[in-house]
């Protein structure tokens, strides 16, 4: 009998090794909070570890079949677009059905019909939509992250970081179709089915979201109808069984915006709350280099047409320090701004001749 407990013991440690590395990542977690307009981590825990983000990736979805696609093209929903796993807006094979409709159903009701249908649209297939989605990652410094597909069901090698994703959603909301879209709480659809659809995203239900295309004799839902409580205008959220639950949330607040993505958080509404609070808290938003022309030297100077202005503890504000570095020939220059030895922002400024 001991012999045989042995045995089984050395096949279980033996199938334990013989799982990916990946599946090791299922168990874990991370946070990362960024400020919306340079994208400085403020916060963060775990935040570069690969995760599974689940459906957080519709956020790289919409982007992408924004830029590739015209809101107005109407798609012709496949069979395969109609049978797809997981969420639904229910569509129905043969129906058609404009980019811009599919777009609020993936980002409001998390559709996967809705993001095959894109996908099959903006990028030929699914295959070649997922393409254009790890190209677009890679143009943009997302170092941790592959997509297997363009919904977030479950895949191995399907995976980012906090830090990454909530880059994603940085990105994407300087894309105004994009920001519009994500910032809407009620849509009426247009569809077969002709559903109004409310955004699963409670804080942005809660706090400073849009509803799109409702006539006024419409019936919210009574979770559309409480008083604005936080500062969410943006934000998606996910959810599978191995990736846990996942939220991206964009808040503003005086001015300062920050983004803040929690990867398998139970108590994610409460801790996104949180870590905003946090924020608003510790940081301020400070000028740091005021706009307008500075003599370099004798022959060169440089001219700002905004100021800089960053979100800063008290402490890094007594800390902070400029850099500047001017081309040998004297026509572009980029201004560097340091907290000790950490560069946090850089932006390339105008060269004009300096004053006399």
């Keep these: 009998m001991l012999r045989l407990v042995r045995v089984l013991l050395f096949m279980l440690v033996g199938l334990i090794l013989m799982l990916p590395q990946t599946s090791l990542a299922r168990g874990g977690s991370g946070y990362a909070v960024l400020d919306g307009d340079t994208g400085r981590v403020l916060l963060e825990s775990n935040s570069d ?45 043969g129906e058609k059905v404009t980019v811009e409709t599919l777009l609020y159903g993936l980002m409001l009701r998390s559709g996967n019909d809705a993001a095959t249908a894109l996908a099959e649209h903006a990028g030929g297939s699914v295959e070649g939509f997922v ?4 190209e677009r990652a890679v143009v943009s ?134 870590l905003a609070n946090k924020v608003w808290e510790e940081y301020h938003l400070e000028t740091v280099v005021k706009k307008g022309k500075y003599n370099v030297n004798k022959k060169v100077a440089i001219r700002l047409e905004q100021p800089i202005r960053l979100q800063l503890t008290k402490e890094e504000k007594d800390n902070v320090r400029q850099v500047l570095h001017v081309s040998r020939k004297r026509q572009e220059a980029v201004l560097s701004i340091f907290i000790g030895e950490e560069q946090i922002y850089a932006k390339a400024v105008t060269v004009e001749s300096a004053d006399r």
């Excluded at 798609?75 to 049978?83: D, G, L």
């Excluded at 295309?213 to 559309?224: A, F, I, W």
């Design 49 to 93: 570890a690969r995760l599974p983000i689940a459906s957080l990736t519709k956020i790289w979805t919409a982007l992408v079949a924004i830029e590739n696609s015209n809101l107005q093209d109407e798609v012709v929903i496949s069979p395969r677009a109609a049978m797809a796993e997981g969420s639904s807006i229910y569509l129905q094979a």
């Design 131 to 134: 393409k254009l989605m790890n």
């Design 141 to 274: 410094g997302l170092t941790n992250t592959v997509f297997m597909n363009p919904s977030g069901l479950h895949h191995d090698e399907h995976l980012s970081s906090a830090r990454d994703t909530a880059e994603m959603l940085r990105i994407a909301l300087q894309n105004k179709t994009f920001k519009k879209i994500a910032s809407t709480v009620l849509y009426r659809a247009n569809t077969e089915n002709g559903m109004l659809w409310e955004n699963k995203h409670r804080l942005l239900r809660e706090g400073a979201g849009t509803a799109a295309d409702l006539d006024s004799n419409s019936k919210l839902p009574v979770s559309s109808l409480k008083t604005a409580m936080g500062s969410a205008f943006a934000g998606k959220t996910g959810f599978t069984k191995i990736a846990g639950r996942t939220l991206a949330t964009a808040f503003q607040n005086d001015g300062q915006t920050c983004i803040v993505v929690t990867l398998n958080e139970p108590d994610d509404w409460n801790v996104h709350r949180g």
